[in-house]
T-cell receptor, first 114, second 110 residues
Framework: GAGVSQSPSNKVTEKGKDVELRCDPI?????LYWYRQSLGQGLEFLIY????????KSGLPSDRFSAERTGGSVSTLTIQRTQQEDSAVYLC????????????FGSGTRLTVV | AQSVTQPDIHITVSEGASLELRCNYS??????LFWYVQSPGQGLQLLLK??????LVQGIKGFEAEFKRSQSSFNLRKPSVHWSDAAEYFC????????FGAGTRLTVKP
């Protein structure tokens, strides 16, 4: 596609439920990143996929968070047993070849845990 | 440890005045350096980036930034601010992945 597409744009869920957030990167982009932006905060790195390499999961805040990237394209970020502190905007970005070329960001998914 | 610091949480300038947003970083080697802007309700847009070479880089919307290795800084500047520049500005650094500062919110007074 022309840009990075994220769905849903908004998600309200009850505490304790699982949620899945989807990211569809720009076609041909080998690198895909997930970030979390809490209210009034900067972007917190979560996970990074580069081609067929093992993902860098060093930013995932707990084992309730996981992500996968199927076929080197679409990625899903899953949060299990959601907590209120998980409420944030989850941003996905893709790049043609890693950091050097900068990222193209999606519009994000605003997650609210009630 | 890698870190990106934007010392100013919020800056207010008058329209037409000059602007400088500060960014300092701590990294093992000179990383790639970026500035992004996030307007209300909008996604992040890349303003400019530095890889190597000329330490003064030009970006979109009339912005520029200067890399100073001795100060580990990459400050963003604009000679004359427009009301439409009101937004959140993020400095980012990285090599394999990008780490962001906490952001500086810019308010522009008429």
């Amino acid at each position: 596609g022309a840009g990075v597409s994220q769905s849903p744009s908004n998600k309200v869920t009850e505490k304790g439920k699982d949620v899945e957030l989807r990211c569809d990167p720009i076609s041909g982009h080998t690198a895909l990143y997930w970030y979390r932006q809490s209210l009034g905060q900067g972007l917190e790195f979560l996970i990074y996929f580069q081609g067929n390499s093992a993902p860098d999961k060093s930013g995932l805040p707990s084992d309730r968070f996981s992500a996968e990237r199927t076929g080197g394209s679409v990625s899903t970020l899953t949060i299990q047993r959601t907590q209120q502190e998980d409420s944030a905007v989850y941003l996905c970005a893709s790049s043609s070849s890693g950091v050097a070329y900068g990222y193209t960001f999606g519009s994000g998914t605003r997650l609210t845990v009630v | 440890a890698q870190s990106v610091t934007q010392p100013d949480i919020h800056i207010t300038v008058s329209e037409g005045a000059s602007l400088e947003l500060r960014c300092n970083y701590s990294y093992g080697a000179t990383p790639y350096l970026f500035w992004y802007v996030q307007s209300p309700g909008q996604g992040l847009q890349l303003l400019l980036k530095y890889f190597s070479g000329d330490t003064l880089v030009q970006g979109i919307k009339g912005f520029e930034a200067e890399f100073k290795r001795s100060q580990s800084s990459f400050n963003l500047r604009k000679p004359s601010v427009h009301w439409s520049d009101a937004a959140e500005y993020f400095c980012a650094v990285g090599t394999n992945d990008m780490r962001f500062g906490a952001g500086t919110r810019l308010t522009v007074k008429p």
